[in-house]
């Protein structure tokens, strides 16, 4: 199997996104000894942020999990960028966090969560199986669904 992330994806019908630019005062990434940091990615459709509302209220799980595999794909294009697209200089994702904006009483969010932890593992293989933290907030930015963000261990 190739060790070019992008084309990894593809294989899966998919096409990574060029890495969108930071909203505010951050960077993309971080890299840190051996660690990567990947700022939270949001859903986004030609540059512009999709799924907008609360799952549980104007969404649905399904378009809850949609709306988390669109955050994912945005954040393995960041990653692509991270390791100039070279899977083998990537050890394995460590963690995923997958922010969920939903209605107060939606308990669901594991399910949601599975859109995101779902394309990395299908993209990445062994390398893609993470711990995984899955929080239900009241709103996200531009208003969207989703936000996943990432720790990745790199090779030394």
């Avoid at 199997?1 to 294989?11: E, H, P």
């Avoid at 994702?93 to 779902?118: K, P």
Wanted: hydrophobic content about 45%; charged content about 15%; proline content about 4%.
């Amino acid at each position: 199997m190739s060790d070019s992330i992008r084309q990894r994806v593809q294989a899966l019908g998919l096409t990574l996104p060029t890495p969108s630019q930071p909203a505010a005062n951050y960077i993309n990434h971080v890299i840190s000894q051996n660690q990567l940091f990947i700022s939270g990615q949001i859903p986004m459709i030609d540059g512009k942020p999709a799924y907008i509302g609360r799952v549980g209220e104007t969404l649905s799980d399904d378009d809850g999990a949609q709306a988390a595999e669109l955050a994912a794909l945005g954040l393995l294009g960041q990653l692509s960028a991270a390791v100039g697209d070279d899977l083998s200089r990537v050890v394995r994702i460590l963690r995923l966090g997958v922010f969920i904006a939903s209605s107060g009483d939606f308990q669901r969010q594991s399910g949601v969560a599975n859109g995101a932890s779902n394309l990395v593992v299908n993209a990445l293989g062994d390398k893609g199986r993470h711990v995984r933290t899955a929080v239900g907030v009241c709103s996200l930015p531009a208003g969207v669904a989703v936000e996943v963000d990432a720790i990745v261990e790199l090779q030394p």
